[in-house]
C-alpha cells in the first residue's frame, strides 16, 4: 500500500518512521504546508517523496497528522476520494471531527488518538518508537467501513500499539481531565512564574520538580490553542474540579491543619500505584 502523510511534524513524522518497516507499506508519500517541514522530512528520510495534495488523494492510507482544526478543514478537501481509501486522524480531540464527517466520506475515515507525544515539535522531533508499547484510542468505530477498520487496526496493531475503544463524546471527557487539563496548568505555572521571577533566579533554582511541571509549556501554542477549543466544555469541567481541589488544599495550609494535608497528599500519591 501507498500511505500518505498529511502534516510532517512530530506526530506525522514519527509515524512514518515507524511504518517504513512494515510489510503491509510500500511508499510513503508526504505533505505539509510548511515547506521546511517537507525539505527536512525528506533530509530525514521520513518519507519517500513529498507531494502536492491532489497526488495525496491517491494514496490507499492517508494520516492526517495536523491540529484538529486543520482535520476538520482537511477532510472536507479529501471528498471524492475512492470507497476504498482509508483516512486515519490522529486529532487530540475526537467529536467535533467525527460530526463533521460528511456522510458519503463516514466510512473511509478512521477516527484516532494516540496516547502519545513530547512537548517538541516539527520533523525535527520525529522518534522512531514514539508509538511503540502506547495507547490508540479508536472511537466510533462501528462507523467506519470494515476495510478501513480492518486496516487501521492492523496497522497500529503491527507497530505495536495497545487499541482502547470508546465512543467520541466518552474520549474527549476523559482526555480533558488526563491530557488537556495538565497542559493548560503548565502553560499557567509557566506564566506566573515569568511574572514573578527573575531569569536568574529561575535558571539558579528550577530543579526536577518544577521542570517536570513546566515541561508541557513548550508545547505548540498553536495545536494546543485548536484543542483547547475543541473541547472547551468538557476542559472547563476538568479546570472546575482542579480549582475545587486546590483550593481545598490551600484552605489547609491557611488554617495550618498539618494532618488534614498529609492526609490529601497521601490521597494523591495513590495516582502512582494506578500507573506504574
Known amino acids: 500500500m501507498t500511505a500518505a502523510i498529511i502534516g510532517l511534524g512530530l506526530m506525522g513524522g514519527s509515524l512514518a518512521l515507524a511504518i517504513q518497516r512494515l510489510p503491509m507499506i510500500k511508499t510513503i508519500i508526504g505533505f505539509d504546508h510548511n515547506k521546511d517541514h517537507e525539505q527536512e522530512a525528506l533530509a530525514r528520510k521520513l518519507v519517500d517523496k513529498v507531494v502536492s495534495f491532489d497526488e495525496i488523494k491517491k494514496a490507499d492510507i492517508i494520516i492526517l497528522a495536523i491540529p484538529v482544526d486543520g482535520i476538520i478543514a482537511c477532510l472536507k478537501d479529501l471528498e471524492g476520494i475512492p470507497e476504498s481509501t482509508t483516512i486515519i486522524d490522529l486529532g487530540s480531540t475526537k467529536e467535533k471531527i467525527v460530526k463533521s464527517i460528511s456522510p458519503t466520506l463516514r466510512k473511509n475515515v478512521v477516527a484516532a488518538h494516540p496516547m502519545t507525544g513530547t512537548e517538541k515539535f516539527g520533523p525535527s522531533a520525529a522518534l522512531d518508537d514514539l508509538y511503540h508499547d502506547k495507547v490508540v484510542v479508536l472511537c466510533d468505530l462501528e462507523d467506519s467501513g470494515e476495510q478501513q477498520q480492518e486496516t487501521a487496526v492492523r496497522l497500529f496493531s503491527q507497530i505495536h500499539m495497545r487499541l482502547v475503544y470508546m465512543k467520541a463524546h466518552e474520549h474527549d471527557l476523559h482526555v480533558a481531565f488526563i491530557s488537556h487539563m495538565p ?63 486546590l483550593a481545598q488544599m490551600k484552605k489547609l495550609v491557611q488554617k495550618e491543619e498539618w494532618d488534614a494535608l498529609d492526609k490529601k497528599m497521601k490521597d494523591a500519591n495513590t495516582l502512582h500505584d494506578i500507573l506504574t
Open 183 to 245: 497542559h493548560l496548568i503548565s502553560y499557567s505555572l509557566a506564566n506566573a512564574v515569568l511574572k514573578h521571577e527573575e531569569h536568574e533566579n529561575i535558571l539558579n533554582l528550577a530543579a526536577g520538580g518544577f521542570r517536570s511541571m513546566s515541561r508541557l509549556a513548550k508545547s505548540s501554542p498553536s495545536m494546543w490553542g485548536d484543542i483547547f477549543r475543541q473541547n472547551k466544555t468538557h476542559l472547563l469541567d476538568s479546570l472546575s474540579y482542579f480549582e475545587n481541589e
